[in-house]
C-alpha cells in the first residue's frame, strides 16, 4: 500500500509540475476550486485483488478483477440493475423520414415495449443514418441531450438517440413510483433497496435496451456502435459502455462526479454535493459516503478502466470547474495500467494538455475552450477518435 501511495505521488507530482489552474469562478465560494487546497489521498488500486494478489495479465483482469469492480460500483455507487433484456421485450417500426436533417439523412422511430405490450414500459428510439448510406453505418447511440446531428451524418455515421426520462424522470419528485424501477420492485416494495439502482442505472439499462435493438438493425454496422453522453447522461453512458462490451467505444462529454472523475479530490462537486442535489441518481449505499470519500471501494479511474481494451474518449471544458478538469485527467490517465495489460498505451501523456489540443491512444482526452456542454469541436474530435479507431482515413 506504502508503494501505491508513493508511486501515485510520484505521479501526481510529475502530472502537478505542468497543471494548469482553473481560474475559481467568484460565485461559489464553499466549493473547493483552488489546486492547492486538494488534500492528499490514496486511491484503490486498479489492478490489486480484494484478496490482495496483484493483477499481472490481461486474462486475470478478465476473468477476475473485471467482475470485483463492477461489483463494487453496483453495490456502492449506481444501484444493481434488478432486471436485464425482459423475455417478453418486442419493438414496431412507427415512422420513416427519408428527407431528414435538410435531406441529410434518413430517419426512424422505433418504439421498445419492454414487456411486450404496447400499455406496459415503453421506450422511443430515434435513428438517423446518412441518406444513400451504400453499407451499414457505424453509429453513435446518445442517451439524451444531442446536438449536430449534420455533421455526425456528414462524417459518415449514424446517430441514434432516446430521452432517458420516459424511463426514469429526471425529478426527485417521485423518482421512484414514476419510473421503471416501480414496475420491475416487488410488489409491496416502496422504494428501492439500499443496493439497486438508481436513475443512473435505469439510464444505462435502457442504453442496453436500445443496443439489443440496433445490434438487429441492417443499415447499423453492429459491431461500430459507440455510445456517448453529456453531462448526467455522460455519467450514464460511462456505465452503460462499463457494463455492455457491445458497446465498442465509449465518448463521455463532462461527465463530472459519478462519470469520469477522481471523486477523492474533492474539487468541484462532491460525492455530498451530488447526493444532496440529485437523491435519486445513485443507489442509496453511495449515501454512506457523503461524508467519508476517502473509504469508497472505488474510484472512477476503475470506472475508466472497466472499459479496457475499448477506446474511451474522456472531454472536459476549460470552465467546467464544477466538473472537475484535472479529475477527469486522472481518471483517464490512471487507468492506463489495465490498457497496457492489453498491450495498448491508454493516454501516453503524463501531463495535462493545453486547451484545445487532444491527446491519446486508445484512452482520448480534451479539455475545450468554453463552458459546459457538447459543441462542434467535441463532436470534431469525438468523430476524428472513432475514425482512428475504425482504420477509417481523416
Ligand atoms: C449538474 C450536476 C452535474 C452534471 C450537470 C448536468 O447540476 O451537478 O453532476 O451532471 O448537472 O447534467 O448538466
Not at 113 to 129: A, E, H, Q, R
Not at 344 to 349: A, D, I, P, R, S
Amino acid at each position: 500500500m506504502k508503494q501505491l501511495a508513493a508511486a501515485l505521488t510520484f505521479l501526481f507530482g510529475a502530472i502537478d509540475l505542468f497543471a494548469q489552474q482553473p481560474k475559481p469562478p467568484a460565485d461559489h465560494p464553499q466549493v473547493l476550486y483552488d489546486e492547492s487546497k486538494v488534500l492528499p489521498f490514496t486511491l484503490p488500486d486498479v489492478l490489486v485483488l480484494l484478496n490482495g494478489n496483484k493483477v499481472k495479465d490481461a486474462k486475470t483482469w478478465k476473468e477476475k478483477r473485471r467482475p470485483e469492480i463492477l461489483k463494487l460500483f453496483e453495490e456502492n455507487v449506481y444501484g444493481r440493475a434488478v432486471v436485464g433484456k425482459p423475455k417478453e421485450m418486442i419493438w414496431e417500426l412507427v415512422s420513416v423520414d427519408s428527407n431528414a436533417f435538410d435531406g441529410t439523412g434518413v430517419a426512424k422511430k422505433v418504439i421498445i415495449y419492454f414487456m411486450g405490450k404496447k400499455d406496459g414500459p415503453k421506450m422511443g428510439l430515434d435513428i438517423t443514418v446518412p441518406k444513400n448510406s451504400l453499407k451499414p453505418v457505424p453509429i453513435f447511440l446518445v442517451p439524451g441531450w444531442v446536438n449536430n446531428e449534420k455533421l455526425v451524418l456528414k462524417r459518415g455515421y449514424g446517430l441514434a438517440n432516446f430521452d432517458p426520462c420516459e424511463v426514469q424522470p429526471d425529478k426527485q419528485d417521485s423518482a421512484f413510483e414514476n419510473s421503471i424501477r416501480k414496475y420491475f420492485a416487488k410488489p409491496d416494495q416502496k422504494e428501492p433497496g439500499l443496493d439497486e439502482w438508481g436513475a443512473i442505472g435505469v439510464w444505462a439499462w435502457a442504453a442496453s435496451r436500445a443496443m439489443d435493438y440496433l445490434v438487429t438493425d441492417h443499415g447499423i454496422d453492429s459491431n461500430k456502435v459507440c455510445i456517448m453522453g453529456l453531462s448526467r447522461f455522460g455519467k450514464a453512458a460511462m456505465w452503460a459502455g462499463a457494463q455492455d462490451e457491445r458497446f465498442v467505444m465509449v465518448f463521455s462529454c463532462e461527465s463530472g462526479c459519478g462519470g469520469a472523475v477522481i471523486v477523492r479530490r474533492g474539487f468541484g462537486e462532491t460525492v455530498r454535493a451530488i447526493n444532496n442535489t440529485f437523491p435519486y441518481w445513485f443507489c442509496e449505499n453511495f449515501k454512506s459516503y457523503n461524508e467519508r470519500v476517502n473509504d469508497l471501494p472505488v474510484d472512477w479511474h476503475m470506472l475508466v478502466a472497466l472499459i479496457a481494451p475499448r477506446p474511451v474518449y474522456i472531454s472536459t471544458a476549460e470552465e467546467d470547474y464544477w466538473g472537475d478538469q484535472r479529475g477527469s485527467f486522472l481518471a483517464a490517465k490512471l487507468a492506463e495500467p489495465v490498457y497496457n495489460l492489453f498491450n495498448e498505451k491508454g493516454l501516453g501523456v503524463n501531463k495535462m494538455p493545453p486547451v484545445e489540443k487532444p491527446v491519446g491512444d486508445f484512452i482520448g482526452f480534451h479539455l475545450r475552450k468554453g463552458t459546459h456542454g457538447l459543441n462542434e469541436y467535441d463532436w470534431e474530435q469525438f468523430l476524428n477518435f472513432a475514425d482512428r479507431h475504425f482504420g477509417k482515413l481523416k
